[in-house]
């Protein structure tokens, strides 16, 4: 069974240093992974995405993400934090549909709240 | 990617109500999806909406609690029925859009924040 467990709740830094959003993610197969953000009474946006290409992924803002299946991780980084970064990020897990993977059932990480401080 | 607009945004209702959530998409989307953000928690599936179909939903989740419709491509309702403070949640449709097989992902509306008290 798919499982997505992101390892801190809350993440603070200081503006201009680098984030480190971990998570760590159980699949029977190479699954697709995701990562959202959350801003404040706003709705989710994809970040990027991790669907068996390129292992380093680059997403919007800034963000990658570089997946690593002996790890079983999937850890969200920007180089310098903005303030404009603060929300939740979400890391999303799914199994490819063609190995049974429900379409639209994403299964999603409890989320990590990021604080940045000036 | 596709644009969702979704509505309310936000509504606070007596308990023993119901309220229905529009979601509408600027494209023809095959599938719409529903899911529910309990308060501090992750989201979760709430149903599959298909177009012309009876909506597929996940286990916990029954049809006469939260009906959909989908009456065509591009528009789902979600009912949340006979509610009760436990209902309080973030309510959020989605689509999957596709850019080239075999990958896809998915576009969240803003949510519906739903109080009941």
């Known amino acids: 069974a798919q499982s997505v467990t992101q390892l801190d709740s809350h993440v603070s830094v200081s503006e201009g240093t680098p984030v480190l959003l971990r998570c760590n993610y159980s699949?029977?197969?190479?699954?697709?992974l995701f990562w959202y953000v959350q801003h404040p009474n706003k709705g989710l946006q994809l970040l990027l995405k991790?669907?068996?290409?390129?292992?380093l992924v680059k997403g919007i803002n800034g963000f990658e993400a570089e997946f690593k299946k002996s790890e079983t991780s999937f850890h969200l980084t920007k180089p310098s934090a903005h303030m404009s970064d603060a929300a939740e990020y979400f890391c999303?897990?799914?199994?490819?549909?063609?190995?049974?993977?429900?379409?639209?059932?994403?299964?999603f990480g409890k989320g990590t709240k990021l604080s940045v401080k000036p | 990617s596709a644009v969702i607009s979704q509505k309310p945004s936000r509504d606070i209702c007596q308990r023993g109500t119901s309220l229905t959530i529009q979601c509408q998409v600027d494209?023809?989307?095959?599938?719409m999806f529903w899911y529910r953000q309990q308060p501090g928690q992750s989201l979760t599936l709430i149903a599959t909406?298909?177009?012309?179909?009876?909506?597929?939903?996940e286990s916990g989740f029954v049809i006469d609690k939260f009906p959909i419709s989908r009456p065509n491509l591009t528009f789902s309702t979600l009912t949340v029925s006979n509610m009760s403070p436990e209902d309080s949640s973030i309510y959020l449709c989605?689509?999957?859009?596709?850019?080239?097989?075999?990958?896809?992902?998915?576009?969240f509306g803003s949510g519906t924040r739903l109080t009941v008290v």
């Open positions: 991790y669907t068996s290409a390129a292992t």
């Open positions: 494209s023809q989307v095959t599938m």
């Open positions: 909406a298909n177009q012309g179909s009876e909506a597929t939903y």
């Open positions: 989605s689509v999957d859009y596709r850019q080239g097989a075999p990958t896809y992902g998915y576009t």
């Open positions: 999303v897990v799914s199994d490819p549909i063609e190995y049974g993977g429900s379409q639209g059932n994403l299964i």
């Open positions: 699949s029977s197969y190479s699954p697709s």
